[in-house]
């Protein structure tokens, strides 16, 4: 079973920024989806940001302009990078890999798609 782990998260006011990782502890083929996924305390957990396996990209439309997600395929490492952060983005985020092959963008964001998941960065943006 293929290991995530993320880092990058921490403690940030609002306006600011964290750039998220998430390497895997094996080969992702290119052509499968990764993506980012948050929840927050009582809340369920919803689609941030996903990239299918011809690199077409999708974004929750609370994160659209100030998130941005990408892959090296070659570090089978996946990136969230968050700019102008707000306080409603204060949660859990997991990164999340589909392993189909040629996954496309109609798995991206579904919280039911992903068949591995990381323990979770914590992001905190403060007001």
């Known amino acids: 079973q293929v290991q995530l782990v993320e880092s990058g998260g921490g403690s940030v006011q609002s306006g600011g920024s964290l750039r998220l990782s998430c390497a895997a502890s094996?080969?992702?083929?290119?052509?499968?989806?990764m993506g980012w996924f948050r929840q927050a305390p009582g809340m369920e957990r919803e689609g941030v940001a996903g990239?299918?396996?011809?690199?077409?990209?999708r974004y929750a439309d609370s994160v659209k302009g100030r998130f941005t997600i990408s892959r090296d395929n070659a570090m089978n490492t996946l990136y969230l990078q968050m700019n102008n952060l707000k306080p409603e983005d204060t949660a859990m985020y997991y990164c999340?890999?589909?392993?189909?092959?040629?996954?496309?963008?109609?798995?991206?964001?579904?919280?039911?798609?992903?068949?591995?998941w990381g323990q979770g960065t914590q992001v905190t943006v403060s007001s």
């Open positions: 990239i299918d396996g011809d690199g077409r990209t």
């Open positions: 094996e080969y992702i083929h290119s052509s499968h989806c």
């Open positions: 999340a890999v589909v392993r189909i092959y040629r996954c496309t963008w109609t798995y991206l964001l579904n919280p039911a798609s992903p068949d591995a």
